[in-house]
Nanobody, 125 residues
């Protein structure tokens, strides 16, 4: 079965860095995009970053310069680095992927058809 599983969530202090990973299995994603979304409690999913099958990153404008996304050489694992976190970064961070290639990098929630369960990130003051 197709599965995405996130790792690295937990309690982080304001100003520290966050490192998350997403491991895929059951389907090759070496020809399609993987992405990170986050969902604060009571709110919808927010696109924050994507990484294409060529390893090219795309970022939500408000987070540029503070986050970095990458994938391993086999393109089955995706990473997210976030620096200088604040309590506003508290959310469930969710990994997503598309089963088939797209003409352009997808950035909308509806573009993705495979989702992980998410990993909780809490940023304390």
């Amino acid at each position: 079965q197709v599965r995405l599983e996130e790792f690295g969530g937990g309690l982080v202090q304001t100003g520290e860095s966050l490192r998350l990973s997403c491991v895929s299995s059951g389907h090759p994603f070496d020809s399609s995009t993987m992405a990170w979304f986050r969902q604060p409690r009571g709110k919808g999913r927010e696109f924050i970053a994507a990484c294409t099958s060529a390893g090219l990153p795309r970022y939500e404008d408000s987070l540029k310069g503070r986050i970095a996304v990458s994938r391993d050489s086999h393109m089955n694992t995706m990473f997210l680095q976030m620096t200088n976190v604040t309590p506003d970064d508290t959310a469930t961070y969710i990994c997503a992927a598309v089963r088939t290639p797209t003409a352009r990098t997808p950035m909308r929630e509806s573009d993705y058809d495979v989702w992980g369960r998410g990993t909780e990130v809490t940023v304390s003051s």
